[in-house]
Every structure is written in C-alpha cells, then in structure tokens.
C-alpha cells in the first residue's frame, strides 16, 4: 500500500487512510478508453457541492468514487505540534496553515488509492467543477492524441490557475484541436488543484519525499517542475468575465481554502484563512 510510504496509526488518527485491502474501484474506472479511477474529493459539510456535482456528472455521464477530505478544523494547536515532532516527521515549521496542511492530506489519500488501484493514471477532481457535456470526449482525445505523438507526462492539469503568473515561460507540447492545447511548465509554478490527471509512477516519486509537508499541495507539485513532465491545459482568457477558462469545464469559481475549511459556502475565503494561525505561529508557542 501507497509504497514507502508507511502509515502510523497516529496518522491515521488525524486523517490519513490506510486501505484494508487492494480494491479495483471499478465504480468509477471505466469512464473512459484509457482505464483510471476518478476521486472526487468532498468534505461532509458540503452535501449542496456534492448534489451539484452529481448533476454536473450526470449530465457528463460520468462516474467517480467520492473521497472524503480531511477535516482541517480538528487540527488543534497540540495536533499540529504533534505533526511537527511525530517520527515520521508530518509538518515543517513554516509559513502553511492547518487548512492548507488538511488539502494536501487529502490529494495525498487520493493518490495513495490511485497507486493501488493498479491502473496506469488516475484523476483527482474537487466538488466545485461545472463538467461539460463533452467532458469525457475531450479527456479521451487529449489522452489518445498526446499517445500517438508520443508526449508523455507526469501530471496533466486540466485547469490551471496560473496564480504564480508563470503562463508567458510555458512551452507549446501539442495542439489537441481549435479549443485545446497541451503545455508545459518551465517555471516553479502554482496551478490549483482544481483538476488533474496523476501517473502511477509520479505518485511513487512523490510519496517518497513528500513528508514532511511545507507547501499548499498545488505549489508543492508546482516545485517538481524541472524533474517531472508537468503539463497544463492551455488556459483563454474571457474579457467579459475577467479569468481564464478551461475548455473541460464551465466558467465557475474555485477557492480550495474555503473548499476543505469545513465553512459554509457562504463564508469567504478570507474568513476561513486569515482567522487560521500558521503552523510555524503555533510551533513557536509550544517552543517558548
């Protein structure tokens, strides 16, 4: 299970998710011609996301197995020191809040999963996407078209938020057709993880390094780019709604902060951020 990547019970006492057995997901695995589980990652205080998404998954005729995400808000002052002195080692001292710390558990979980379902890739989606209809067709022809031209990748990011203004040092891969183009990253770059599509292999690389956590889990990934194939889905920018546009999804609004804080959909992002101390603030505390 998960590799190296050994899972103490204190660990999974706070979020982490040890599989009992191998299973095949085959519930959500056989959307499209290339076989690969979909995890959507969901907190329980979002049912209204949840229903929302199922609509916008039905109406894309498309099949995930729900994840269900780490809950940021049980993360007290004294478990996040724990975190810092557990052998191993869980969080750095460093510039990253408990909510922050509460995401990547969470994609780390889905990718653990993807590793065991034994597939070659596999897809990590948020709850928050509006899916096109021809959602599984685009995915299915990006996927074919970059295997017939031999261009293959560590992660393919199907939206991409560019919020480290990295776009102008992107390179040109290949183009998919009038709508979508493949990119890749040249610069240390920070996406969003709002959805992607994640090797088998990579994940292998990642779980052996990816203790202790220091980075948002999308700067993380965004560090890898000179020893992995990081690819993105070229982004077009809408003047009339002022953001780039992916062309697998609607035009909506993604804010992960608030997604995994436990919050209402009605609270800000700013709400649910800045009233969280950051692990190096509660460290130094214990410390003193």
């Known amino acids: 299970m998960g590799e190296k990547f050994k899972i103490t019970s204190f660990m999974r006492k706070i979020g982490f998710k040890k599989l009992k057995k191998t299973p095949k997901f085959n519930k959500c695995s056989d959307n ?12 329980a205080i979002h049912k209204m996301r949840l229903e929302k998404f199922k609509e916008s998954a039905k109406n894309a005729k498309l099949k995930f197995c729900r994840e269900s995400c780490v809950n940021g808000k049980k993360f007290t002052d004294n478990i996040i020191y724990k975190m810092y002195t557990h052998k191993p080692q869980i969080v750095k001292k460093k510039d990253i809040t408990p909510i922050e710390i509460s995401i990547f558990m969470s994609h780390i979980n ?3 999963k993807i590793l065991d379902s034994g597939c070659k890739c596999g897809m990590v989606m948020e709850d928050d996407v509006i899916l096109k209809k021809s959602f599984k067709k685009n995915v299915d022809l990006t996927l074919r078209t970059l295997e017939e031209h031999k261009k293959k990748f560590d992660i393919l990011f199907l939206w991409n ?32 993880t709002v959805c992607y599509i994640i090797t088998r292999d990579f ?24 020893r992995a194939r990081l690819y993105s889905i070229n982004m077009k920018y809408n003047r009339t709604l002022q953001k780039d546009l992916s062309p697998f999804f609607m035009p909506g609004k993604w804010d992960a902060k608030i997604f995994y804080s436990g919050e209402t959909d009605m609270q800000s992002s700013h709400e649910s951020v800045e ?3 950051n692990v190096k603030q509660i460290i130094k505390n214990f410390e003193k």
């Open 203 to 226: 994940i292998k690389k990642i779980l052996k390094e990816v203790l202790p956590i220091k980075d948002p889990v999308d700067m993380y990934l965004g560090t890898w780019f000179r």
């Open 275 to 277: 009233n969280k101390k």
């Open 161 to 192: 938020g560019n919020w480290g203004n990295t776009k102008s040092f992107m390179k040109k891969i290949l183009k998919i057709n009038n709508k979508i183009t493949i990119m890749r990253e040249m610069e240390e770059f920070t996406s969003g």
């Open 32 to 43: 499209f011609e290339n076989k690969m589980p979909l995890f959507l990652i969901n907190c």
């Open 110 to 112: 889905a990718w653990i």
